[in-house]
């Protein structure tokens, strides 16, 4: 099938052979004649399989008929992070470059005069992180009533970073007459219920599902002994003929860590993280992608949608907690037919991470080794080690609680309770000795009818196995608990 037989004006079709693209994607091949008929779509796909522009390309078509008025957008997209939506944004400028059609692009970090001046004068689309949009919807500046078309992109990534009230809240927003396009990579229930609230008998559609890694990265596993891990990647990125990487960690805190200690060593590398002011993580997304960087330290706000093209290789200096990040971290590389090489560092107690990722994957992951530094066995319990440096952590007190407790620094930063997952650990206490305190020792109990008390683990210690909800007393064990029920007598 071709481009020209699916619907699309000349225009359209010029720019997409101006983009240098031959032929349709399976995703946009199934979702631009049903957009173009109006109908809603509920597409199953993950970046990387050309979905943008299986909805901006028709998008561009639709709107092309009409005229915004001011501060009523006539389409809304709305995307979980703002490197997201600035590609979005990009991809409206390339395919709809022979129209008309005006855009804003609402996201965190960016100033409000700005954006406010565009709204003012009307646009056909506008592209928003859920926040940003709320902060001016509740300013006033913002109208939705004449949004004929809502794209909701990467819902899955959405619900990891607590936005779907947020979703919610904006759909509760819009017309109930309107064009919904909704697209996730997987569909857990909870996207499932959404997408039932949202769409109207929706066309479904799914291509390459989230558990296959891009064909053309080679992948290896790297086990070492935590303490090596930093000396492990320095050999790696030296004997590697790495022209850019992506190196991933687990934790923002961790990111600049590890960059510091990069430069240190001589390395062209730079940090990007969710808590970086945007004007920096744009800056930096620019720089890396100009090839004036070439290491990027991030967390997984850089594993989705970034397309940045011929990355040679991603290095991932913490094994991802949930398996699926593994997938879109490595398919960072092996983008656009050219060969890519991940790496993945574990350590003895990532071994559950590392199974959980080889039964996604359907295969076990290669391992290498590095000479002189010896290796490690994987073990899949959760072992003492483990437990014993996540309670032993002695972060200061003032410190202790300032993440869980913080209101996010921007609305489009993840909400705290869903940020976990990017939370810092307490790092290591250095005096063994020291006793942790006490609300640090403190754990979620229950208690049966008889008074027995069951203790379950800490918030930080499910954190990395489960995303199930604080049950009982949550993190805290109250006084009275700690002492034997008294009975009364007589
Ligand atoms: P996406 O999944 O939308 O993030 O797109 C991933 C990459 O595929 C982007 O670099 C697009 O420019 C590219 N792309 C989209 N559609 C096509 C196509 N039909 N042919 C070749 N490349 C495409």
Redesign the pocket.
């Known amino acids: 099938m071709s ?1 020209a037989d699916l619907g699309l004006s000349a225009e359209v079709l010029k720019a ?1 052979a101006d ?7 399976p ?2 091949e199934q979702a631009i004649p049903f957009v173009l008929i109006g109908r809603d779509v509920l597409g199953c ?10 909805f901006t390309l028709p998008m561009i078509d639709i709107l092309a008929a009409g005229r915004a008025r001011a501060r009523m957008p006539r389409s809304l997209i709305l995307e979980p992070t703002r490197e997201l939506a600035a ?1 979005v944004s990009n ?1 409206f400028e ?1 395919y709809g470059k022979y129209h008309k059609l005006s855009m804003a692009l609402l996201i965190g970090g960016e100033s409000f005069t700005d954006q406010e001046r565009k709204l003012d004068r009307g646009v056909d689309v506008l592209i928003a992180t859920p926040g940003r949009l709320l902060d001016l919807f509740e300013r006033g500046k913002i109208l939705l009533s004449d949004v004929k078309i809502l794209v909701i992109d990467e819902a899955d990534r959405m619900l990891d970073m607590g936005f779907i009230p947020d979703v919610e809240r904006i759909v509760g927003l819009l017309p109930r007459i309107r064009q919904t396009l909704f697209f996730s990579a997987t569909m857990p229930p909870e996207i499932r219920r959404l997408a039932d609230a949202f769409l109207m008998n929706p066309k479904e559609i799914s291509v390459a599902p989230p558990a296959s890694p891009a064909a053309l990265v080679a992948q290896h596993l790297v086990t070492v002994q935590p303490h090596d891990k930093r000396e492990a990647l320095r050999r790696l990125i030296r004997n590697e003929d790495v022209k850019n990487a992506i190196i991933f960690c687990n934790r923002k805190r961790d990111v600049d860590i590890l960059n510091r200690s990069l430069v240190k060593s001589g390395f062209n590398a730079a940090a990007l993280h969710g808590d970086m002011p945007q004007s920096k993580r744009t800056e930096t997304l620019e720089r890396f992608k100009e090839g004036e960087i070439r290491l990027l330290v991030a967390s997984d706000v850089a594993a989705r ?1 970034l ?1 940045i ?1 011929g990355m040679s290789h991603v290095f991932n200096f913490d094994v991802p907690i949930h398996a699926e990040d593994y997938v879109h971290r490595i398919g960072r590389t092996g ?2 037919g050219r060969e890519g090489r991940a790496f993945t560092l574990a350590t003895p107690e990532d071994g559950r991470f590392v199974a959980a990722i080889a039964k996604l994957i359907g295969k076990d992951i290669p391992t290498v080794s590095l000479e002189g530094l010896g290796s490690a066995e994987l073990s899949e319990e959760e072992g003492d080690h483990r437990r014993r440096s996540r309670r032993g952590r002695g972060r200061k007190p003032q410190d202790r609680g300032r993440h869980e407790a913080r209101e996010p620094a921007h609305r489009d930063e993840p909400r705290p309770e869903a940020a976990r997952r990017d939370q810092p650990h307490h790092p290591p206490r250095e005096n063994g000795s020291q006793r942790p305190p006490l609300r640090e020792r403190a754990r979620p109990v229950t208690m049966d009818p008889e008074g027995k008390v069951t203790l379950l683990p800490r918030r930080d210690e499910r954190r990395d196995e489960d995303d199930s909800r604080v049950v009982g007393f949550g993190d805290h064990l109250p006084a009275f608990l700690a002492h034997p029920p008294r009975i009364a007598r007589g």
């Open positions: 481009f997409v983009a240098g693209y031959t032929a349709p994607t995703i946009q796909a993950q970046t990387g399989t050309g979905k943008t522009a299986g590609q991809a390339t949608g397309d093209q983008r656009a």
